[in-house]
């Protein structure tokens, strides 16, 4: 979301050449010389890339294919893949069939044109002349020239619909994503909407790039049986009908590969779940030493993703043992017809080979390829589908103001008239939302909402923005909505884009609604003003200053009603107070409006060696240890690459995981999760393949040239040219193919950052009524990177054109060789082997070099993996033996903490937050830590968790934690944080996922925090988190984590802010549990709301990183001048007002 509304494709250049381009041109890729150019010269940067290709754009795919999936919605049946065919199916088969009708002709005349050549250099009786041999020789060339002139623009075609396709889904898939609601949002649905985009739509390349062989294999196989026929006979038949009795088989392996996809893909959402969770929720698994726990959960998930890829890579391996079966075939069959009397030739037997050999490439590499890809791209298809036709609440009817009842009429507002609304969970009781509410909230009013834990209050708002849909009732909304939602929406960007989002600018309102939520202090704190780009979810900026910026979007756009959920409780009393009383609407909007808020917180030699008896014995151990090799072969090497992958993934989960948290402050949660995503999925599933199609390639190509080479020494020159024009376009495609794939993976990651922003914001989005807008980004991020990725299969396909290309004119060299510089004497079965080796370079080289380049590319994902293996990481979870045997069993069984010269900054880089603090926090003892937003208060609950740099010494019960493990004393301390974070799972592996307490413990504690009647309404203790435990309200959740800390039962406890978001009877609740359960602990209370900490035994003042005043809070209000007594008379505290005893006989 990090750029101007109407901004250009950033850098790109104004015109693609491939729209420009006449027809030869793109038939030979002669537009794409200028990108070479650049490679040739320095590396490709992102201002050398090409704006979209006009027709895979975005917004021009989506538009139609969106226009006839909701005609498809209107069947009962709805299928998606109707709506591929129709749009590209059609159009790719007849291409495809237009491509066959040219390639199978001839591929299947070129082994009969080769055997005539043979037989031209044989003692045959069918005597050609010269002439006739340099016509086959030239019909055999032109042959092969024609099969590349046709294949490489079927292809490109292909690919370029793959795009076409992928683009459409993506954006259909992110619109579905923006009808979306809590409402109807099941658990996981976040991280298997990033998995579709980033792993299941690639499936659609090939899918369509394999689909023709389909058709091609068999009816290819059909012909070239029947040929095969006519050289040796019904012994041909031998080989043919192993070959069929082979394909059932391999339709069977590639039916039970779609089905494995899918349970993978099932598996891989799961476990793309929990990483979305873990790394969301990091700071939360850090404080309570949970890494090791979470990692064992993450540990049991791979195991079954694992189960499920090594099934996947079993089948792969089967397939790939069955390249043996054509060799079998061929052996079968030459000894049948040797063993029943007839004599072979050099003519037939090559002819046979050649044919065997396109049956081979057919069935065997083509037809599993296609069976495996059209199976895995229809699975993909369906999981597509079931996404967009994930149930979407029905919106609440919103009636015409017009029509209304004039008891009803209000001028701008909401009217709610008997409304009933019902929150619903699978398996799970119907939970009552609101009900029976009859409400005018309108004519230029300020109305607060107020009521407990879990009374509506939410809720209200989500019927009023129809996230929820009423079942009974009425609404009558007359005017537009803005909308500051309760958990703070900031994504990565400046703060200005954040405050002015989808609205256009306009200097008077900016600076006026700036002033009006206290942000002008802050903004020149931050390094670069309102142009300071926050990171993802705005972790880099304080809790209040969260709030105020997310307050200040919803002031600044221009609507009638405002709804504010909750909007001051994170900021400090005062503050809350000065912006309230600053919020001027008719200064700011120029007219009065009305704002609802809730306010609650080998070469042949002898000819006749052939028919020798010594011959078949020979051929037949071959095949046999061929066989066995083969089969050990392609198993062994598909269980190394999943023990590589496991090692990897654990690797990969330790480095992130163990990393320090600025790390986490700098990179979105989008970003991050895409190591975990798409680069693993490449590692799991596509490099295996292309590591095994590289070794085979390397070996073919050896083995081809040094027979060649045997057969004709002076081969050796044009095959030395060969080898230099791959070097040479190896180079040139490999240096700049490598600069655009890294330049299509980094622009990848904004669609996923994108997509994981609006997940975290759609209530706040659909109250702005921004969805366009979001959809205009996602399509200008999905253009960008649809540019990069149709330049890198685009000049793939033009390196493999050329390859190609040079490859059939090196076997036209070998053919006329043998008529220029051959004699009669010239063995025919020379020639026979030199062609039907060389043949094999065509597509092979092509395949096996852009493998090799592929290869490289995939290797960016180890790479970017291993990268996140050697993150800068915290120090040591376990303490040194020799410290932990002078440490005491019961440490530390006192509380006492001690600070002595500490200061704090988040990096190497950053600056200091906290500077030389020094104090002492007694035993037992209950302190404040008060002060003004961004004063540092809750940097010292990061300091004393080590979460950041800490210069100095913290002492607990006179132990320096420095020199602990951060597990050690990590576990030690108990922490409510700002943020109530859950984890998906269970409630009980929210509250106790180390397996420490029992049941009937934890349901006591549930007791004590008032949530054991509201546990057992759902599930239990088996109750599933969804999502960020968003089937839980703030409140809820906040004493979820309260039950969480009085389970860990440590003499140390840590409130960071933590009833900032909760309202005042969920608070008191929170305080009268903490002074019985923690009565004998220290507590360190970070508040916004004074009268939290006014019971406290001392209170710190802290301002700007520096404790200010640090005493009782008697002696603290004594001091008139003093910044404490300030905050309490502008938090309109007085003794009156503090109902709690304690608190007054505190301050008397």
């Not at 027809?23 to 040739?40: A, E, M, N, P």
């Not at 939360?284 to 189960?307: L, Q, T």
Request: charged share 20%; with cysteine; aromatic share 10%.
């Amino acid at each position: 979301m990090n750029r101007d509304k109407n901004d250009e494709v950033s850098g790109f250049k104004s015109i693609n050449p491939f729209d420009k381009a006449n027809w030869l041109s793109k038939f030979c890729y002669w537009w794409l010389r200028d990108l070479f150019k650049i490679g040739l010269s320095r590396q490709v940067i992102e201002d050398d890339m090409y704006p979209c290709v006009n027709n895979q754009k975005s917004e021009y795919v989506s538009k139609r294919f969106e226009l006839l999936w909701n005609e498809e919605l209107n069947k009962a049946k709805p299928s998606l893949f109707n709506i591929i065919m129709k749009m590209y199916g059609y159009k790719t088969i007849i291409v495809g069939f237009l491509f066959s009708a040219v390639e199978l002709p001839c591929s299947l005349i070129s082994p009969l044109l080769m055997g005539y050549l043979i037989a031209y250099f044989t003692n045959n009786p069918y005597e050609h002349t010269e002439q006739q041999a340099y016509f086959f020789a030239t019909a055999l060339a032109v042959s092969l020239i024609l099969i590349v002139l046709v294949f490489h623009p079927a292809q490109l075609f292909y690919l370029e619909t793959g795009v076409k396709l992928r683009v459409a889904c993506c954006s259909l898939i992110y619109k579905k994503i923006l009808s979306l609601t809590k409402y109807t949002m099941t658990d996981g649905l976040a991280g298997q909407a990033i998995n579709l985009m980033s792993n299941d739509v690639s499936r659609f390349d090939w899918m369509i790039c394999f689909a023709c062989n389909l058709w091609n294999a068999p009816v290819g196989t059909g012909v070239a049986g029947y040929l095969i026929y006519t050289q040796i006979g019904y012994a041909g038949l031998v080989g043919i009908a192993v070959l069929i009795m082979s394909m059932p088989v391999q339709a069977w392996l590639g039916k039970k590969s779609a089905q494995v996809r899918l349970q993978t893909a099932l598996r891989t959402d799961k476990r793309v779940k929990f990483m979305f969770s873990i790394i969301n929720g990091i700071q939360v698994i850090k404080m309570y030493a949970w890494e090791i726990s979470f990692g064992r959960i993450i540990k049991a998930v791979r195991k079954h993703e694992i189960n499920a890829i090594g099934k996947s890579f079993n089948i792969k391996a089967a397939l790939l043992s069955f390249q043996v079966a054509t060799d079998i075939a061929l052996f079968l069959s030459l000894v049948t017809y040797v063993y029943t009397g007839n004599s072979i030739t050099a003519q037939k037997t090559f002819v046979t080979i050649a044919y065997f050999n396109y049956i081979n490439h057919a069935l065997v590499d083509y037809w599993p390829l296609a069976l495996t890809s059209v199976a895995e791209g229809f699975i993909s298809v369906k999981r597509v589908e079931k996404f967009l036709l994930h149930k979407v609440a029905e919106k609440t009817k919103v009636s015409d103001i017009s029509q209304a009842d004039e008891s009803l009429k209000v001028k701008k507002g909401v009217t709610l008239k008997n409304a009933t609304a019902y929150w619903k969970q699978e398996s799970e009781t119907s939970s009552v939302g609101i009900q029976s509410v009859d409400a005018v909230l309108g004519d230029h009013n300020l109305i607060a909402i107020c009521g407990q834990v879990g009374s509506g209050k939410s809720t209200l708002l989500e019927v009023i923005l129809k996230e929820l849909p009423l079942t009974n009732g009425e609404l009558i909304i007359n005017g537009t909505i803005s909308y500051a939602a309760q958990q703070n929406w900031i994504f990565e960007g400046s703060v200005k884009r954040n405050i002015t989002f989808t609205s256009d600018f306009d200097s008077k309102r900016y600076k006026a609604v700036i002033h009006a939520c206290e942000l002008e202090r802050d903004l020149e704190l931050l390094p670069h003003g309102d142009e300071t780009i926050v990171g993802d979810r705005g972790i880099s900026l304080s809790g209040g200053q969260k709030a105020r910026i997310n307050l200040a979007r919803a002031i600044y756009k221009k609507a009638d009603i405002y709804l504010l959920d909750d909007p001051l409780s994170a900021v400090d009393v005062q503050v809350g107070h000065h912006i309230f009383e600053r919020v001027n609407w008719e200064e700011i909007h120029g007219e009065s409006i009305n704002s609802i808020s809730i306010e609650e917180n080998s070469g042949i030699i002898d000819p006749n060696w052939w028919t020798t008896e010594r011959f078949v014995y020979f051929y037949t151990g071959g095949i046999v240890a061929l066989t066995i090799f083969m089969t050990c072969r392609s198993f062994a090497f598909y269980h190394m690459s999943l023990r590589i992958s496991m090692n990897l993934h654990d690797q990969l989960f330790k480095g992130v995981t163990r990393a320090i948290m600025f790390f986490f402050h700098s990179n979105s949660t989008g970003r991050i999760l895409n190591r975990f995503s798409k680069d693993m999925g490449t590692i799991d599933s596509l490099l295996p393949t292309v590591v095994i199609d590289c070794i085979i390639f390397f070996l073919q190509l050896f083995g081809i040239v040094i027979i060649v080479s045997i057969v004709n020494y002076w081969l050796m020159i044009p095959t030395l040219v060969m080898f230099v024009l791959f070097i040479v376009l190896r180079y040139l495609f490999l240096k700049t193919a490598r600069d655009v794939k890294r330049i299509e993976a980094i622009t990848r990651s904004p669609m996923f950052t994108h997509t994981t922003a609006t997940l975290e914001g759609l209530s706040t989005i659909r109250a702005f009524n921004s969805q366009s807008d979001m959809i205009n980004e996602y399509d200008h991020h999905q253009n960008v990177n649809s540019s990069s990725w149709f330049l890198f299969v685009a000049t793939a396909r033009g390196f493999a054109f050329y390859v190609d290309f040079i490859s059939s004119l090196y076997i036209t060299s070998i053919i006329y060789s043998f008529l220029v510089l051959g004699t009669k004497n010239t063995i025919g079965s020379n020639v026979g082997l030199a062609i039907t080796q060389a043949i094999n370079l065509i597509g092979m080289c092509n395949w096996g070099l852009r493998q090799t380049a592929e290869l490289e590319n995939q290797m960016t994902s180890v790479e970017r993996v291993v990268e996140y293996t050697k993150l800068q990481s915290e120090r040591s979870l376990e303490t040194d033996p020799r410290i932990l045997k002078t440490l005491p069993k019961s440490w530390p069984n006192q509380g006492v903490i001690q600070f002595n010269e500490v200061s704090f900054k988040y990096s190497d880089d950053a600056d200091y937050v906290l500077r030389n603090l020094n104090f002492i926090i007694n035993e037992k003892e209950k302190v404040g830590i008060v002060g003004r937003t961004g004063a540092g208060k809750s940097s010292i609950t990061q300091a004393i968790f080590q979460l950041g740099i800490v210069d100095g010494v913290i002492a607990i019960d006179g132990v320096d934690i420095n020199n602990l493990g951060l597990h050690t004393f990590r576990e030690k301390l108990s922490i409510i944080p700002q943020d109530p974070i859950l984890f998906v799972g269970s409630l009980r592996d929210n509250l106790d996922p180390l397996n420490t307490r029992n049941d009937d413990e934890i349901w006591q504690v549930l007791e004590q925090v008032e949530l054991k009647e509201v546990v057992k309404s759902l599930s239990g203790l088996d109750t599933k988190v969804v999502d960020g435990g968003s089937n839980f309200s703030t409140g809820q959740k906040q004493l979820i984590c309260l039950a969480r800390a009085i389970l860990k039962k440590n003499k140390i406890l840590i409130m960071d802010e933590a009833t900032a978001n909760i309202d005042s009877e969920t608070d008191n609740l929170i305080q009268t549990t903490i002074r019985s359960q923690f009565n004998n602990c220290t507590v360190i209370t970070v508040a916004h709301r004074l009268h939290t900490v006014l019971d406290s035994d001392r209170i710190m003042v802290l301002d700007a990183g520096k404790i200010m005043e640090f005493d009782t809070p008697r002696k603290l209000l004594d001091n008139k001048q003093g910044i404490f007594f300030k905050l309490f008379n502008e938090a309109g505290l007085d003794f009156d007002s503090l109902k709690q005893k304690n608190v007054r006989d505190k301050l008397e």
